[in-house]
Every structure is written in C-alpha cells, then in structure tokens.
C-alpha cells in the first residue's frame, strides 16, 4: 500500500505574493484540513495558479509562512516538500511504456527496481491502469493518459497533491468521467488534495470545501452546500449556479422588498436598500405572482431557461420543467420562492443577515400586497 498521509494540513499565514510592485495575492490566511479535497476557484486571472504554486514552491513567496503537516515549508525546494503536482499539460514520454512513464521519477531518484515495480504496480492499480503497464501513451485513450500523470504523482507516495486544471483539455464527457474517477481516487488514497478550476460544475462535485478567490482574496471557504445555499457575497452568489443567480436592486419598506417603481415582490423585515439574490430554480409559476414576459427561452430538453421581463423593466430568469414553446405561448405570472431569498448590502456586496434571512421571509402572493 502507498504510504499517503491523510493528516498533512496545509496552513497559508499571511500569504502574500507581488509581481513587481503589484499584488496578486495581498495577505491571505487559511487552513485546507488535512486529508481534504479544497478546490481553488475563481476567474481567470484571480490568482489561483499562483496560489498553488506558492504552495508548490514553484514561485517564492514575497511575505507569509506555508506550513505542510505543521512544517514550514516556504523556504524549501519543491522536492522536499512531499507534494506532487498533475498540471493540464500532463506531456507524458511517448517513447516509454506507461510504468516507465508512471516510474520514472522514482528512477531519478535511484529507487531500486523490485520497490520501484511494487510502488508503480500500486499507483497503476489505484488509478485502474494495472492492465495497461506495457502500452505506450500513444495506444491510449485521452482519459487513460491523464490517469497516468495522476499514477505519476501518485507512485512519490507524497502527503500533498496539486492539480491545476487537470481536466480542461479533455471534451465534455471525458471531463465528466474523469470528475467521477478523480472522487473516486481521492477516497482511496486520502492524501491532502488541492485542485484549482475556473469550472464551478467541478468544483461543486469534487470540492470537500471550495476556496472562491477574487482578485487574490478568499471570498468565501466553505462546504459546496454552504457556497450555493448560503453565498457570502454577490460575488459568490453569481459565480457558483448555472444560469447564475438574479441579482436584483431593491429597496425594503414597510416590511416588504419593493422593485424601485414601488412593486412589492416578497415580505421581509429588511429596512432600505438592499441586493435581492434568487436562483433561476426559486423562481416559481404561480397564478397570484407577478405578471412576466418572456423575451427569450432556451429549450435545454429537461428544463428550459427563461429570461423574462417583469412589469418595471427588470430581467428575471427562471428555470423551468415547463417545455420553453409553452412557456412561450402563455401569460406567465410568477413568484419568488421566499425560502430562497438572498440578502446583499448594495454598497459592499457582503450577505446580510446570513442563513436567517430565510427563516423571516414567508411566501407572499402577489394579489395581497399592498401596491
Ligand atoms: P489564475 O490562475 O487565477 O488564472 P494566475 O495566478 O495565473 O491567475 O495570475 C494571477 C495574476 O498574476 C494575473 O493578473 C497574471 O497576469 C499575474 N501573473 C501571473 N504570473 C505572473 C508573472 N510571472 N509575472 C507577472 N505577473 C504574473
């Protein structure tokens, strides 16, 4: 059995990491639990890769400490570390067999043959190539080639791996396949995982917590429940969800959320202006609800998505099982699922009120509020 720690935490104090004079991370403090799988996940360009490989020793850090299982690591070289990294261009040597290519570093690293064949006999196994050994990149397929860079970080036995966007060069269904292998492989192997995507699908699947980074900041670093039912920030809130979240400027008055032409939309004890966040799926048909045109649908077979204008102008979009002709033919009326409201402070973007929100809505029907 390959030795991985499971309880190799990893500890970011104070990160910070300029190119120049320009801040890519300013100052960032966290802890990724040992034996986790933390995503890393943001837009292009927040800092992520750059995140990964400061953890990697691949770029130095320009102030802050690392620790790896309770070890400062910031001013070691990458080979002391006990990580192991499976970048997206994973190039494996096309004129090796796939346990050379899975082996090799353990050659370098003058390990003696009987344990080098054991340990590649085992990360092959682990990744379910066993049969495959005596192939060459070349007689593999796409996803079979990207479990050998997997076996090729994972025969190093280290504490730590790293994956920086392992699976966007691989097509739709492959990815898919590949999510369902990596969860699969992360149970069996338990080491302390940290994989960075822009891709929100993954990591929302993959993730035991999702780190969201904007511009070098931690927006919010919780389960992927928490990120989707409880966003921290508008940020968070239109960054994970596909169609993302209606963001909507509202003013509360009364104990009503009012549209700024004075329409009630839900009841809520919130006193002035405020963010409105609901997802396509908490927008509801409902006869008593507020009258909506669709100006554009998108028959995704399952369910279709709906951009509809409600009477002050404003843009909705909805999700809905209804088939989009349909939906197209009909006057719709819909409301706001009032268990699914989402708070924001216009100015910062910060949630207000947190999970309760929820609990001080209840549903209201259009036709008894008072206009
Ligand atoms: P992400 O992985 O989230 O797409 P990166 O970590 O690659 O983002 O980059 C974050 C920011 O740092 C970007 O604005 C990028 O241009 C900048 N950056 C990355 N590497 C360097 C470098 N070697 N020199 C200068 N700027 C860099």
Known sequence: ???????AAIGLHGL????????????????LRGGEF?????????????????????????????????????????????????????????????????GYALKVAGVKKPERAARVAEAARI????????????????????RVAIARAVVREPQVLLYDEPLSNLDAKLRHDMRVELAGLHRRIGATSVFVTHDQVEAMTLADRIMVLNKGKIEQFDTPEAIYHRPASTFVAGFIGSPA???????????????????????????GPA?????PEQVVPSPEGVPAQVTYAEDLGAYA????????????????????????SGDLRVSLNAEALHLFDPLTGMALSGSDTHSRTKKVQHDHLPS
């Not at 990491?17 to 802890?31: C, F, M, N, Q």
């Not at 190539?129 to 060459?136: E, F």
């Open 245 to 271: 979240m209606n963001l909507i400027d509202v003013t509360g008055e009364g104990g009503m959320l009012r549209f700024a032409n004075g329409t009630a939309l839900a009841a809520h004890p919130h006193q």
């Open 127 to 146: 990744v379910e190539l066993g049969d495959y050994l005596n192939r060459r990149p070349g007689q593999l397929s796409g996803g079979q080639r990207q």
């Open 305 to 328: 998505v709906l951009t509809l204008r409600l009477p002050d102008g404003t843009a909705l979009r909805m999700t809905t099982a209804l088939g989009a002709r349909n939906a197209l």
């Open 275 to 279: 963010i409105l966040g609901i997802r």
């Open 38 to 102: 933390t995503v890393i996940l943001g837009p292009s360009g927040c800092g992520k890769s750059t995140l990964l490989n400061c953890i990697a020793g691949l770029e130095r850090l320009s102030a802050g400490r690392i620790t790896i299982g309770g070890r400062e690591v910031q001013e070691e070289e990458p080979k002391n570390r006990r990580l192991a990294m499976v970048f997206q261009n994973y190039a494996l040597y096309p004129h090796m067999t796939v346990a050379e290519n899975i």
């Open 1 to 7: 059995m390959l030795e991985t720690s499971s309880t």
């Open 16 to 31: 910070v990491k300029s190119y120049r004079d320009t801040p890519v991370i300013p100052g960032l403090d966290a802890e």
